[in-house]
């Protein structure tokens, strides 16, 4: 086995470590080194002292022992409303943060704003009348003639390697661990989960090679899969189509596997339903009647191949929406209307450790699966279907159990396949 985090190694790391935690208590990196787990240290030296200060207090003599307990007990409080009004309060970032991490800010930053800064340059460009000529045939060519999207993209390699999307992965960091050899001489669907709140991990492991994909899995040519309106938008959908991204309509899937052996497709089957379950700590997957893509599996003779990112819940703070609540009530409205949903979440900011729409600083470990064989059948039955899904299922599992102590020790639930 090997791990690709920004370097190879022979063996990660085990997957026994750690023990789980009776509650959540997210790990964030996002302060200066002297405070990596800047959010409640501070706090926690207080109540350190405040208990201190109550355990010297009951060795003291009878007659004061009472007094001297009242006393601790009221330093102790004072503690908790001390690391209380801490958590609530905006911690800035310091001045002196080292370069390499305001590249990797700038980076995370970059791949946000990509598209409403594709947008702002298109119609800047629509506001000098001489590139008029130019952007009309443009813009019908994106909406009415251009196909690439549905038939394998325009990938460029060097743009999939520029040293900005390593940046990118090193922020959180993101890294991939290998479990099993996956040969070039037939195509792959991978599957990817949890989808989170925008799949870092898929778009860091899939859509460029910051964390050496090409190295980890020689001859595999991977194309990470969106909404098709992605592909409608100027600018934004020519960049995207660069890193190999496609369209995730069937029509795509399908000209892509049959293409030949060493192409593949990242699906990120949960999509908008299961990105509005992407709370810290847990990993709930919608996955039970997701059985679309084990289909164009078997019609193209694709091995299946589940890959499962721990941390990639745990880099935005989603506000509460379980069934019955006005937000959720919202949520499921928009999806209905727009075919995508929009989770209300927050994360850091780009100046503070606190509240922003940056993520947090949270490593993302993708785990790649063992393949699960098909046999290519034009017109495969519902008992085949499920049978695949039942082994992909089973694969899964097994990395979330081999891993989980490693990578999700905080965790507040197991894995839990909710639909």
Known sequence: MAIFSFWNRTEPASATAGARAPAYEPVF?????????????????????????????????????????QRAEREAEKAKERETARSHSIRFAPLSIPRHRRLQTTAVLLWEILLPLGLLVFFFLWSIPI?????????????????APESGGRRVTWVR?????????????????KTADLPADRPYV?????????????????????????????????????????FQIPIF?????????????????????????GNCITIVV???????????????????????????????????????????????????????????AFQKRFQSVFGFTLPLFHGRGIFNY?????????PIVSVVGRPIHVQKTANPSKEMLEDIQRQYIDELMRIWDTWKDAYAANRTKELTIVD
């Open 29 to 69: 990196l996002d302060a200066d080194d002297d405070e990596k787990h800047g959010r409640n240290g501070h706090a926690v030296d207080a109540h350190k002292g405040a208990v201190e200060g109550l355990h010297a207090s009951i060795g003291a003599g009878d007659a004061a022992q009472s007094d001297d307990k």
């Open 131 to 147: 590139l008029w000529p130019v952007l009309f045939p443009y813009l019908i060519w994106v909406l009415l003639v251009d196909r």
């Open 161 to 177: 390697r520029l040293p900005v999307w390593r940046y990118f992965a090193e922020y959180y960091p993101v890294s991939l661990i």
């Open 190 to 230: 991978f599957g990817y989960h949890p989808h989170g709140i925008i799949g870092v991990g898929a778009v860091a492991n899939f859509a460029t090679e910051a964390t050496e994909f090409a190295t980890s899995f020689p001859g595999l040519r991977p194309h990470l899969l969106t909404l098709a309106t992605n």
């Open 237 to 261: 959908r020519d960049v995207i189509m660069s890193f190999g991204m496609c369209s995730v309509s069937k029509h795509s899937c399908e000209r892509i596997l049959r293409k030949g052996p």
């Open 270 to 328: 949960g999509g908008a339903t299961e990105s509005l379950k992407a709370h810290p700590g847990t990993a709930d997957l919608t996955l039970r009647r997701r059985l679309g893509f084990i289909k164009i599996a078997i019609r193209a003779g694709a091995d299946l191949v589940p890959v499962f990112s721990f941390g990639e819940n745990d880099i935005f703070q989603q506000l509460s929406n379980e069934k019955g609540t006005a937000v959720y």
């Open 354 to 362: 606190h509240l922003g729409l940056l993520p947090y600083r949270h």
